[in-house]
């Protein structure tokens, strides 16, 4: 089975840092193993709540903290590269973006999106500047082929919370849950080699989704996806930030059609935000930078 160590490494890094870990006033800490018990347990209990109200369009019980955004990014800055040889990278980067939303960052090859990311979830620290998010945070890549690595749905979900002590009927709610979340709980027995590209950009989603995070961070997703599975995944990651209030998750693409399903947008150029705004505002934008394709 393939498996991309980097992404793994990303992936598990991204959802079990270590309380400790400062960044500059940085808003909670990583869970302690009771504590996402006890979150698991909770989410299973909204996730009834939800069911059982499911015809409503009311957003979950869960509390909602008091700032409504859940990043608030200023002045950040950030050098990568060699000892001797760094490059500034981020540069004096601003951001925030509202709790229970779906946020779009668009921006050429090469101008900080996947370095802000990391940033976002706690993988990279910056140099100086603010940095609050909402934790934990859950990564997902670009090609679930390195992400989804068990034989069935049901392990590959339930392959995070393996690290964690957790009694066996807790896994299988959390597993059941998240599918739930993605609209792929028929699939929880399936193979996972038998699943298109999508249902297992799906799958992968469903195993950050797992471990109860705050925050999810989407690399391009749908690059290698056909449009179908495009459309697909986008409507499960907006149904997750709709039915879970406080969940934001924030999209990476290059792919301008996508933004009918934002809450929001931001564009970055060479190291910084250089516009944020609703969907229909980021169209107007691009027409006005001369990019083709916007409807
Ligand atoms: N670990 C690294 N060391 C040095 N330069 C890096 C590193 N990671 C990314 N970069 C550089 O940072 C810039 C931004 O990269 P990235 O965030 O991947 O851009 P994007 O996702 O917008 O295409 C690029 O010029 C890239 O080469
Ligand atoms: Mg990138």
């Known amino acids: 089975m393939p498996a991309c160590s980097e992404c793994l490494h990303a992936r598990h890094l991204a959802s079990s840092r270590a309380s400790s870990s400062k960044r500059s006033l940085c808003s909670s800490s990583r869970s302690s193993k009771p504590q996402l018990a006890k979150q698991l347990q909770s989410r299973a209990d909204r996730l ?7 015809s409503s369009s009311s957003s979950s019980s869960s509390a909602v903290a008091a700032s409504p955004f859940s990043i608030d990014i200023q002045g950040l800055q950030l050098s990568l590269g060699p000892d001797g040889n760094k490059r500034r990278i981020l540069k004096s980067c601003d951001l925030k973006v509202q709790r229970g939303s779906l946020h779009m960052l668009l921006g050429p090859n090469g101008c900080g999106k996947s370095t802000l990311l990391r940033v976002l979830g706690g993988l990279l620290y910056p140099d100086s500047g603010l940095v609050q998010t909402d934790e934990p945070s859950g990564f997902v890549f670009q090609n679930p082929d390195h992400q989804v690595v068990m034989p069935t749905v049901a ?8 690290r964690y002590v957790l009694p066996e009927q807790q896994v299988r709610d959390a597993v059941e849950v998240a599918l739930q979340l993605v609209n792929m709980q028929q699939f929880m027995h ?3 080699h038998t699943l298109s590209g999508g249902q ?6 469903a ?7 705050k925050l ?29 209030r406080d969940v934001t998750a924030v999209w ?13 947008a931001s ?11 609703s969907p229909d505002q980021m169209k107007a934008r691009l027409r006005a930078m001369g990019a083709n394709g916007i409807s």
């Not at 009834?48 to 499911?54: C, K, V």
């Not at 301008?256 to 809450?263: G, I, R, S, V």
Request: hydrophobic residues 50%.
């Open 48 to 54: 009834q709540q939800h069911a059982a109200a499911s």
């Open 155 to 162: 392990a590959d979900v339930a392959f995070g919370l393996g």
């Open 190 to 192: 399936r193979a996972t």
């Open 200 to 205: 297992r950009q799906r799958v992968a989603i």
């Open 207 to 213: 195993g950050a989704l797992a471990e109860d995070p």
């Open 216 to 244: 999810l961070l989407l690399d391009e997703l749908t690059t290698f996806l056909d449009v179908e599975d495009q459309f697909g995944v986008l409507e499960a990651v907006r149904a997750v930030t709709h039915a879970r």
């Open 252 to 264: 990476v693409t290059h792919r301008f059609e996508e933004l009918a399903y934002a809450d929001a």
């Open 267 to 277: 564009y970055m150029e060479d190291g910084r935000v250089v516009f944020t705004g």
